[in-house]
């Protein structure tokens, strides 16, 4: 069977499938003519009847889009700029020019020379900044302080009207880039995305090494680096491709005024953005299978189709309607069957793109079975796709996804001024201002022919088929990342079995959701405590309540944790805990499912002192859901495949640690040093090996044998219902186990008098190294100290070893906290530098700081204390931020719930004086714990030979059993 070719074309695009062209196709914001604009200016953006911020659109002169949020309540400011251009731009030859150009916007303007001043302005006062670029968009973000707003905003406009690209630092900059570039070279998401690329059509522009190293950023005979990057900018990063949107506390006008002021100067030549136009796959690209060789012990099947853009079918949503059904997980979904069949772990369906078309993609992660029948599994799914056509096609899915959408805009809860600034400047480039905010949150009308239409598209025909896994064939080589890889074209009988799929019994249409909340109601108020109070408590148990009355919305959160000494007195128990937990999530999937689906989120977590489970959202149906979870994890039935599964799954992620960046083996590997409990996953995925469900079974008696609970219920329930739920909860639980008060929680501090040297081997070019100095001194005081002093070395920490001495692009300096007790963390990732020169470089940097922190002027060291307080200071944005600072009380035993008040007092009385002090004694006085890793890039030279020879280094747990004192926090 010759494969039919997909032609895709811009936004409005016909398939030559036999299908006519898709209908309904509209402009983006980029294409909008002239008599539009004046529309636009004055159009009223819809938002949410619980949203009390103000907004307001405008165009300045230069055609630079504006949204302007004006939120009294507000603590922190923020401001992003989308620009129109991504790594699709970049030129060949210069793969990596958009991201390196992103990089050098932060070092300099003509108004504002100072390396790193920006991001030291921003620490000072309590903000911080970022960036990212995509395919098609490049976008910047900061968050500062009220109070630092109007020059921080002024700062950052100077990116986009006069930015110093100051050759002095492109050397040094394309080696943070490469640094990027290597940090990730394992990770074999990055691995897999790059074959993705390098098997689609080389002329279209998607196709393009995006991240760049010093090879595609080296100057030729040709071509010049900074000449490029010059060009890159004048070309692209014109007020016409971009859009701002400001969040302020200020009144709309105001806001308004600054944006005129500092942004009318941004420079434009009228150029906007167009789709490729470039067919994204070749015939011969289509309908075959890609094998890829991963790094980690990983199974996986993944189809691709390319279809058109749907952003002109925003309001029908046809995409977002056929992944709701094809990856619903309720009973006789597609992922029920096939997980029934011992075939996949999990399945999700989503779809995402450039401007001129998305990949519409459902991903499965696969059992050993699984691999070896995929082409079932690829049967199955054509199978419900066809399902989909045949019946499924009806507005009440629609209806459905509908209400559940309009409830959720109708009670949108507040998110941080960064996260709204984001989400408004790439919003901009594609809607008209009045659904700046709602667009996601339409359902319109309800197109059985749009969606027909897709789901035309997605047939074998159309379909990039791709393995993963260990031990495939391949035949070729993908030279940045190595990742070997095989593209075939699937064969006729293949195609065939795939156009025609068999019927299977089992497949169902979802039924009608039962969790939609109908009633959505604020009770009243039954109570005027400030903080949540104890309502109910029988020994062993307590519950706390604390009915909201500041966000008033019909939601609560509830949190349930149980505490037993089972958990974790050991590897195995730790193990089998993790295996319980994972379990009870797969035993409540199928009648879960549609209450996430309807907004009514739960959760079930394990740690090595218990377990945990909570539910928030609409509060209607919250407390069937509850008790249903409560039941099935003291009656868990465990299911032979399940236990099969989730024990081989739980094993090959824990060995699959060891393919993890060395920064993040090397956290793990400190809190395995520094707290008791603590497993490494090697050490875990070998007691797992062994247990059976007998024992798993056992284990979970003698869990429940003696336990203690602590709950909390925050949000749109009385004092009644939540002592009702109380007395529930606890007929659950203690009937038939005995109550117990948890065990204390230890921690080990190093008090030797020495260095401790934890040592990994790593299988990287990178090093790793991390520094950490924890104090003894629990106080407030104390507390305050530390923090205060890690706000103020932060900016500069990271501006000497990553900017200046461009060590690498995982930097970090900071205070931490170790239970309650506070210190000091460094850690850097280096393709540079082994971790002994690293150890040399921070060192050197700490001496140093000395000095700086004492010769600080007056006014910077009263900045950085005032934004560390108005942080502290800042308010809950949403319920759920509310009810996690509850909850990290409770369990922390700060019943006063004043913990960050307490902090803001100690900090308000501290000195420039006493702080220069309290840092030359503490870092006189504690000696760290370091993890480091030599990476294959730095085994060779008189360090790591001197290394080696060192006998007092930590290469295999356990670690200074003798040199480490525990200390019981509670």
């Known amino acids: 069977m010759k494969p039919q070719k997909i032609k895709l074309v811009a936004l409005c695009i016909a398939a030559t499938l036999g299908m006519s062209a898709l209908t309904g196709c509209s402009m983006t914001s980029n294409s909008i003519s002239k008599s539009q604009q004046g529309a636009m200016q004055n159009s009223n953006i819809i938002k949410s009847d619980n949203d009390e911020r103000d907004y307001r659109y405008i165009e300045l002169d230069n ?129 897999i995305r790059e074959v993705r690329k390098e098997t689609s059509n080389s002329k279209h522009p998607a196709s393009q090494f995006s991240v760049g190293n010093l090879d595609t950023l080296a100057d030729t005979k040709d071509s010049k680096l900074i000449d490029d990057l010059k060009a890159q900018y004048k070309k692209y990063y014109s007020a016409s491709r971009m859009a701002l949107s400001i969040v302020g506390k200020e009144d709309l006008d105001t806001l308004e005024k600054w944006a005129r002021e500092k942004f009318s100067a941004v420079p434009t030549n009228g150029s906007i953005s167009s789709p490729v136009t470039i067919d994204p796959f070749l015939d011969e690209q289509l309908a075959v299978r890609i094998d890829i060789e991963p790094m980690k012990d990983v199974r996986t099947l993944t189809l691709n189709f390319p279809v058109p853009n749907s952003l002109p079918h925003f309001k029908e949503k046809p995409l977002t309607f056929i992944s709701h059904l094809l990856g619903n997980e309720g009973e006789g979904s597609l992922f029920s069957y096939l997980k029934q069949q011992g075939l996949i772990e999990s399945l999700g369906a989503y779809h995402y793109g450039p401007d001129d ?34 019946e499924g096609l009806k507005p009440s899915y629609f209806d459905e996804l509908k209400a559940v959408a309009k409830t959720s805009f109708q009670f949108q809860e507040k998110h941080s001024a960064a996260n709204t600034v984001q989400n408004l400047s790439g919003q901009l480039q594609y809607f008209m201002p009045e659904n700046l905010l709602n667009s996601g949150y339409i359902y319109q009308d309800f197109s059985a022919d749009i969606v027909k239409q897709y789901l035309d598209l997605l047939v074998p025909q159309n379909m990039r088929q791709i393995r993963v896994a260990k031990g495939l064939k391949t035949d070729k080589v993908q030279a940045e990342y190595n990742t070997p890889y095989l593209m075939t074209k699937l064969k006729s009988e293949e195609l065939a079995q795939y156009q025609t799929p068999k ?58 944790q149980i505490y037993s000494n089972e958990a974790g007195k050991d590897a195995v128990s730790r193990a089998k805990n993790t295996l319980y937990n994972a379990l009870l999530k797969d035993s409540l999937n199928e009648f879960g499912y549609p209450a996430k689906q309807a907004g009514l989120n739960y959760n079930l977590w394990s740690t090595n002192r218990g377990m945990g489970f909570g539910v928030n959202g609409y509060d209607e149906k919250q407390v069937e859901l509850l008790v249903t979870i409560n039941k099935r994890i003291r009656n868990l039935t465990i299911d032979s495949a399940a236990f099969k599964l989730h024990k081989a799954r739980l094993i090959r992620s824990w060995n699959n640690a060891q393919f993890d960046r060395p920064y993040s083996q090397s956290l793990a590997a400190l809190s395995q040093v520094q707290r008791t409990q603590v497993y490494a996953p090697a050490v875990l995925a070998q007691a797992l090996e062994s247990v059976t469900i007998k024992e798993l079974t056992s284990y979970i008696d003698s869990f429940h044998r003696e336990i203690e609970i602590e709950a909390l219920v925050h949000g749109n329930m009385t004092k009644e219902e939540s002592i009702l739920l109380g007395k529930n909860l606890h007929a659950l639980n203690l009937t038939g186990s005995k109550a117990k008060s948890r065990a204390e ?40 100290q530390f923090a205060l002093v890690g706000r103020i070395i932060n900016a500069p920490f990271y501006k000497s070893i990553r ?13 931490r906290m170790l239970e309650d007790l506070p210190g000091l963390f460094f850690l850097v990732q280096s393709p540079k530098a082994g971790p002994i020169e690293l150890e040399r470089r921070i060192s050197l940097f700490l001496s140093d700081f000395k000095s700086q922190l004492q010769g600080m002027t007056l006014d910077k060291f009263d900045d950085y204390k005032a934004g560390l307080i108005k942080d502290l200071k800042a308010k809950d944005k949403n319920l759920n931020e509310r009810t996690s600072r509850y909850w990290a009380d409770i369990n922390a035993k700060e019943f006063n719930f004043d913990s960050e008040q307490k902090l803001i007092v100690a900090i308000e009385k501290l000195s420039q004086s006493d702080m220069s002090n309290f840092y030359d004694n503490a870092m006189n006085k504690m000696k760290p714990i370091i993890v480091r890793s030599f990476g294959k890039a730095h085994r060779e030279g008189e360090d790591y030979k001197a290394a080696q020879k060192n006998q007092n280094t930590c290469r295999s747990n356990p670690c200074f059993t003798e040199q480490l004192k525990t200390s019981i926090r509670f």
Do not use: C
């Not at 909201?548 to 959160?557: L, M, N, V, W």
């Open 745 to 784: 929680k230890v921690v080990k501090l190093n008090t030797s008098g020495a260095t401790l040297v934890r040592e990994l081997d790593i299988d990287h070019d990178d090093s790793s190294l991390i520094v950490s100095y924890v104090n003894e001194d629990a106080s407030i005081e104390s507390r305050a």
């Open 63 to 191: 055609g630079l889009k504006v949204a302007l949020v004006s939120d009294i309540t507000a603590d922190k400011a923020a401001a992003s700029l989308d620009v129109h251009i991504g790594h699709m731009s970049d030129p060949k030859g210069r793969e990596g020019l958009s991201h390196f150009l992103e990089h050098m916007l932060f070092l300099g303007t003509e108004k504002y020379p100072k390396v790193g001043g920006y991001d030291e302005y921003l620490k000072e006062n309590g903000g911080w900044s970022n960036a990212g670029t995509g395919q098609e968009h490049t976008n910047y973000f900061f968050e500062v302080n009220q109070g630092a707003f109007n020059e921080a905003l002024d700062r950052f406009a100077q990116f986009f009207i006069a930015p110093t690209l100051d050759p002095e630092y492109v050397d040094r900059e394309k080696n943070a880039v490469h640094s990027e570039f290597q940090m990730k070279i394992k990770d074999d998401a990055r691995r």
């Open 357 to 390: 078309f998305e990949l519409f993609t459902v991903s499965m992660s696969l059992t050993k079975k699984g691999l070896a029948d995929y082409q079932k599994i690829t049967q199955a799914v054509f199978a419900y796709l066809k399902l989909i056509a045949n």
């Open 503 to 560: 019927e299977i019994e089992s497949l169902k249409l979802p039924k009608k959701n039962p969790f939609i909340a109908n009633n959505l109601k604020l009770k009243v108020i039954s109570s005027d405590v400030i903080n949540p109070e104890v309502v109910f408590e029988k020994p062993g148990f307590k519950l706390w309540h604390k009915q909201d009355s500041e966000f008033r919305i019909p939601k609560a959160s509830v949190n349930i």
């Open 803 to 815: 900017t200046e001495q461009q060590l690498g692009y995982i930097v970090a300096g900071r205070s």
